[in-house]
């Protein structure tokens, strides 16, 4: 098979493929993108976004753009997130250190960990009984396992031991 003609390719003189015009998407179609997978926090987009190289002025005026017109809310994401967590079995403390880490303030955290309608002692049961459905306690040392795993999975002590005795 012998080739004529150049390869669709524009090529440079020393066989290095020719860069054409930035293709980088403007910062707020980027930032859309994201938001249309899932819901971020402003500080989440904003680190995903400066890891994609964008400006960091340029991110801060986009940002606020999509928060006035309520594409971007650290309150939905907050929302989202609480019930994500909650529904995959983890407790209030766990949620409330992983919404810090996202750029959650921890009144806005709390707000939403403290409402009345979330059931804690039901997720830490429906947890306990997932992990260990049907096995006794052994001894003194699965106990603290026990308490050990529940304690990491960010449920409150007073409320472990409710649900174990």
């Known amino acids: ?9 524009d090529i440079t003189g020393d066989g290095a ?3 054409s015009a930035d293709k980088t998407p403007p910062v707020k179609d980027r930032a859309l993108g994201l938001l249309a997978r899932r819901e971020h926090s402003a500080v989440e987009l904003k ?19 999509l928060q ?14 609480v019930n994500m967590r909650m529904n995959r079995g983890y407790g209030p403390m766990r949620i409330l250190a992983e919404l810090r880490d996202r750029g ?9 960990l403290n409402q009345e309608l979330l059931d804690w002692h039901a997720v830490l049961s429906r ?8 096995i006794p ?4 040392q699965d106990k603290s396992k026990r ?3 529940l304690q990491a999975r960010g449920f409150r002590l007073d409320l472990i031991f409710e649900v174990l005795s």
């Open 1 to 9: 098979m012998s080739f004529t003609g150049r390869n669709r390719k």
């Open 17 to 19: 493929e020719k860069k």
């Open 47 to 65: 680190r995903k976004l400066q890891q994609k190289g964008y400006n960091s002025s340029d991110i801060d005026t986009e940002l606020l753009q």
């Open 68 to 81: 006035r017109d309520g594409s971007l809310s650290d309150r939905r994401f907050t929302e989202a997130y």
């Open 104 to 112: 959650i303030p921890a009144e806005l955290a709390n707000e939403y």
């Open 127 to 134: 947890q306990y009984t997932k992990k260990y459905a049907g």
């Open 137 to 140: 306690i052994a001894d003194h």
């Open 147 to 149: 308490i050990a795993y």
